[in-house]
């Protein structure tokens, strides 16, 4: 199932994130104020957003283009030397001296999160980079450069309504899947879209209601999807459930799959992790029941890691054997 998604070529859209870790050991409070005293140990850099969705396709065997825009500033200078690190298509993205690259600063002690201070930019790109994007997207597709297209949304600018339109639009006009993990400000701009991912909590955000993720109620999951479904016309619903796995629906079939159990350590990246393997089925035209089995698992997979990291192939391949997906 894996070997389809060798060198399928996937454009990510989006934006991306430096994810930034200070590491370190706490033994008192300070005299100053009533807060810990964290005592450095180390310090790290990781990719994130869009980029650890490239990151995790990429992990996958395939090949993935990265288009996001980027402040002219150390922290996409780091950020850029980690795509390079990890042999990621970047040439697209842009550099604007008008924008903070997007970081993202956790301070962590004995395996928790302790704090997260975050610096970035996140008003709408300008009409010129919104029009490069366009046009660099139509020459991919032109030139059949690009099996699938992921909407990486963290309101962070670089998604807005009339990028997205164009983008799906001309994806159609070449017969690609799109797939898109929305965030609250676009969340009703993805009309047309091939496969929709929110969460449970976008979804009752977004219809009012009051899904629990305790207590699943497939019937009142497939009413939501039908909902969605109604107003962005998308062929796949695909609710990601937290603890409790992954709602996947399109037309008459829907079906739940819940994840198997781990220990859970950081659920940071799991929704990244599982849009790359939604994109990656979608590309390689896989049962879309498999994919859906296949992406909980790579979801629970990274989070039995601290912060935000990629899917292991090899442990995948061996979780994927024990459970038997490709005989579904």
Not at 33 to 51: F, K, S, T
Not at 58 to 63: D, I, M, S
Not at 142 to 171: H, M, T, W
Request: net charge negative.
């Amino acid at each position: 199932m894996l070997s389809a998604y060798e060198n399928l070529p996937i454009l990510i859209i989006g934006d991306v994130i430096l994810d930034h870790y200070l590491v370190g050991k706490v033994e008192r409070i300070s005299p100053e104020a009533p807060v810990l005293v964290v005592n450095h140990e180390q310090e790290e850099y990781r990719l994130g957003g869009a980029a650890n969705v490239a990151l995790n396709i990429k992990a996958l065997g395939a090949n993935p283009i990265l288009m996001s825009v980027i402040g002219h500033d150390s922290a996409g200078e780091e950020l850029k030397q980690l795509l390079t690190k990890h042999e990621i298509d970047f040439s697209y993205l842009q550099i604007s001296n008008k924008r903070t690259t997007s970081l993202k600063t956790r301070i962590l002690a004995r395996q928790q999160q302790l704090l997260r201070y975050d610096r970035e930019s996140t008003e709408a790109i300008d009409e010129s980079q919104t029009e490069e994007i366009i046009a660099a997207t139509q020459q991919l597709l032109a030139e059949n450069k690009a099996k699938a297209i992921v909407f990486q949304d963290y309101n962070k600018g670089v998604l807005q309504p009339n990028l997205i339109r164009e983008i799906i639009k001309l994806a159609k006009q070449y017969n690609i899947p799109t797939i898109t993990d929305p965030k609250k400000h676009n969340f009703w701009d993805y009309k047309g879209v091939t496969l929709f991912k929110p969460n449970l909590r976008e979804i009752n955000e977004a219809l009012a209601t009051n899904l629990s993720e305790k207590q699943i109620n497939i019937e009142n999951l497939q009413q939501a999807a039908n909902q969605l479904q109604t107003r962005l016309v998308n062929e796949w619903t695909c609710i990601t459930l937290g603890a409790k796995g992954i709602f996947i629906q399109k037309d008459n079939f829907a079906q739940h799959f819940p994840t198997q159990e781990r220990s859970v350590a950081d659920v940071c990246g799991a929704g990244d992790t599982v849009v790359s393997v939604l994109a990656l089925g979608l590309a390689a035209a896989q049962d879309m029941r498999q994919v859906a089995q296949l992406a909980n698992l790579a979801g629970g997979q990274v989070c039995e890691k601290i912060g935000v990291v990629a899917v292991d192939k090899t442990q995948l391949n061996q979780e994927l054997t024990v459970a038997n997906i490709n005989k579904l």
